[in-house]
């Protein structure tokens, strides 16, 4: 299985064309900075998921995520985590979120 980073929102916390606006963002922010592509997206059960692959190991690609929250504001409302070969999920950000990582849909 291939490393992908997925950000998460929760959909009542947030607006929905903000979302939209912020993946389209997000999506020519990788693409130019090389750190990875965005793969799509998909909405569930009161969440709001975009799927990443990252260009090479996963961390850069979620520095630059993390960096693109904090310039929409959107920082305190995501979750952002990656999978691992194995299959297994791993949350990045927040470091204290303490839950384990649902896809919520």
């Known amino acids: 299985m291939k490393t992908s980073v ?6 009542n916390e947030n607006k ?14 990788l693409l130019q900075s090389k750190k990875g ?3 799509g997206n998909d909405i569930g059960s009161e ?3 975009i799927y990443i692959f990252p260009s090479g190991s996963y961390g850069p690609c979620v520095t630059t995520v993390i960096m693109w929250l904090k310039a929409k504001d ?6 952002i ?6 299959g297994n999920i791993i949350v ?3 470091k204290n979120h303490g839950e384990a990582f649902t896809y919520g849909i």
């Open 47 to 49: 969440k709001y998921n």
């Open 16 to 29: 929905l064309d903000d979302l939209f606006s912020f993946e389209e963002s997000l999506t020519q922010g």
């Open 81 to 86: 985590a990656h999978t691992t070969k194995s």
């Open 74 to 79: 959107l920082a305190s409302n995501a979750v």
């Open 37 to 39: 592509a965005v793969d």
């Open 6 to 11: 997925i950000v998460q929102f929760d959909l």
């Open 92 to 94: 990045d950000f927040p």
